[in-house]
């Protein structure tokens, strides 16, 4: 079981999934490459209610506030105090894409309300899926048909574009603004892709003695017309900076699927198209990549990295996989299929239990990959798993609701005021923050 204890990491405050439709020790070859860079010429442009219904099924305060804490202490050897943690305002949200609706839902993690619905493209469309968080609680989320969206936590941080006096933001899912009057979203970059899913913060330039995260980057991954493409963006403008081309992979359907940054900075995404799956990882820096083949039994479907930096797969088929870089070797348990994950820094990779004959997390231990627990909620079609920074495991499924789960009691409570939810990567950059590590 979860152990609600202090956990090292660091996180800072800074002052500033498409629609779904092996065996243990494999080795993987790995195929090294280095894709010609490409000259970005998309353009990019600045974009310029009510409180959400929260349903108590059981478990927390009467209020919905969280009756646990986890104390979020520094990394060990680490010369920091960077601790502000749970009392950090810009950390205490889940964001979720509404991908019928063309939006994202900002969830406060502590009173299960909605403070901000913020549409996520110029037309409103774009079918926008995987959603990822920053080091400064801002963040990021993709549309499969192209695009990708920086919105900021803070109001603070929103600025002023659209001519009004003050800054116009949305309160809540019935005060959706429009496009161009809304100012906190940050920037829009359009994208001419056929797919678009995996995204992923960088870690940025992470000042430890002021607990501060500069010059981060986002990554996504891309399909056009068969070909796979990484780029870098720049987060503080969604400028465009790399991009490289991943040569011997073909997308012939749904294309990168679920992507991660490891404590390096490097970018990791998998793929769905091919047979054996790819496991791509690119180098933060040169865009140089190497690629490993997925064990055959594993559809894979869920990603995630844990805080050792191993990458994890959530096949729907097969089992689940782990995959250690240094020796090159995979670990699987063919027992429990999923599809999001998420880490909880304290030893436990928690994912959501595919078939949906069962709904509900299951919790493998990241070291011996044994089943050591499963939560039953009513969910419908649970699909995205995220941790929060009180340490309650969030499953978001495909109808309206967001399930807050308490791991050591398994009672949960319920947002049930989402549009067609579909989110199952790091919505509240829990994932990002237990992967940094000191630099040096």
């Known amino acids: 079981m979860p152990r609600h204890t202090a956990i090292g990491l660091v996180w800072v405050a800074s002052a500033c999934s498409g629609a779904g439709d092996g065996h243990p020790g494999t080795h993987g070859e790995g195929i090294v490459g280095t894709g010609p860079h490409l000259d970005p010429t998309e353009t990019r442009s600045d974009s310029g209610g009510e409180t959400g219904k929260s349903n108590t099924e059981t478990g927390g305060d009467s209020d919905g506030t969280p009756t646990i804490k986890f104390d979020l202490g520094p990394i ?107 100012e906190c979203v940050a920037w829009y970059t359009p994208m001419k892709v056929s797919s678009q899913r995996p995204v992923a913060w960088d870690q940025g330039d992470f000042d430890f003695s002021t607990c501060e995260s500069h010059n981060a980057k986002v990554w996504t991954a891309t399909a056009t017309n068969g070909v796979v ?117 304290l030893g436990v990779m928690w994912i959501a239990h595919y078939p949906w004959t069962s709904e509900g997390v299951a919790a493998l231990d990241t070291e011996t990959m044994e089943l050591i627990d499963f939560i039953a909620v009513p969910a419908s079609l649970g699909k995205g798993v995220s941790v929060d920074f009180a340490g309650y495991v969030w499953l978001v499924d495909m109808t309206d609701s967001a399930f807050r789960i308490d791991p050591g009691t398994h009672d949960h409570v319920v947002y049930t005021g989402l549009t067609g939810p579909y989110t199952y990567s790091d919505m509240t950059g829990f994932g990002l923050a237990s992967v940094l590590k000191p630099q040096g």
């Open 229 to 345: 493409t990484v780029a870098k963006l720049n987060g503080d403008n969604g400028t465009i900076e790399a991009a490289t081309v991943i040569n011997g992979i073909v997308a012939a359907g749904y294309g990168p699927y679920g992507g991660a940054v490891d404590g390096n900075r490097d970018f990791w995404f998998m793929h769905r198209d091919s047979s054996p799956a790819p496991l791509v990882r690119v180098g933060a820096d040169t865009l140089d990549y190497t690629v490993w083949p997925v064990p055959g039994s594993v559809k894979p479907y869920g990603f995630a990295i844990d805080p050792k930096g191993r990458p994890w797969i959530a096949g729907y088929q097969g089992g689940t996989a782990r995959f250690d870089p240094a020796s090159e070797s995979w670990q699987i348990n063919p027992d429990v299929t999923g599809v999001g994950m998420m880490s909880d820094g």
């Open 76 to 182: 060990p050897d680490a010369n920091t105090n960077c601790h502000a943690g749970a009392d950090e305002a810009a950390f205490r949200y889940i964001w979720v894409a509404n991908s019928g609706q063309g939006t994202i839902s900002k969830i406060n993690t502590d009173t299960l309300i909605e403070e901000g619905r913020y549409r996520v493209r110029p037309d409103s469309a774009g079918s926008p899926s995987r959603t990822s968080v920053n080091l400064s609680g801002d963040v990021a989320v993709a549309s499969r048909l192209g695009g990708i969206t920086k919105v900021h936590a803070r109001t603070d941080d929103c600025q002023e574009h659209n001519g009004q006096v003050g800054i116009q933001t949305s309160s809540g899912p019935n005060d959706i603004l429009d496009w161009g009057t809304e």
